[in-house]
């Protein structure tokens, strides 16, 4: 009989996952801004909020900030290499946030800002002219080649982006 995680170790096994690899991309992103944007403004409020984590002092938050940096530094690396669950996890990558500022679509060269200080750019061709309400939700996976999707979540649309250095 093989071993078999709960749902609960499971669960918490691909959050730890998934704050990691935020945090990776939030310090690509940091190009405009080079200040850690804080696992506040990584995680959507409805993670954040299904953590626990608004329970947290500022002290407390600010010690998992530095953690979070730290970790993030060496054994998350690591991790990534060498750990099947981690690389599991990346196969399974999906990164919820909402656009920042004007969004109306996209033509060839587009940079997406989002909420969680990450920028993504264009990578593939294409247009698509967006007239719905400001500051849509969208959907960030990858496919099984390893190149990142950006879908619309309310229309459905979607781009191949890559994250800019």
Request: glycine residues 10%; proline residues 4%.
């Amino acid at each position: 009989m093989a071993f078999r995680p709960s749902r609960v170790t499971t669960m918490r096994l691909r959050f730890q996952i998934t704050l990691c690899l935020a945090l990776l991309f939030a310090v690509h992103a940091g190009a405009d801004d080079k200040s850690f944007p804080g696992i506040e403004k990584l995680m959507s409020p409805e993670e954040f909020s299904a953590a626990g984590l608004g329970q947290l002092s500022t002290g407390e938050l600010e010690a998992l900030n530095a953690w979070l940096l730290r970790y993030t530094a060496g054994e998350s690396e690591i991790l990534r290499v060498k750990n099947e669950e981690v690389r599991e996890a990346q196969k399974d990558f999906e990164l919820v946030s909402r656009i920042s500022g004007d969004f109306s679509g996209w033509d060839g060269e587009t940079v997406f800002r989002l909420e969680n200080g990450q920028v993504w750019r264009q990578r593939l061709r294409g247009r698509y002219f967006y007239s719905g309400p400001p500051q849509p939700e969208v959907r960030i996976t990858r496919n099984y080649l390893g190149f990142y999707k950006m879908t619309v979540v309310e229309t459905g649309k979607s781009i191949g982006v890559k994250l800019q250095n």
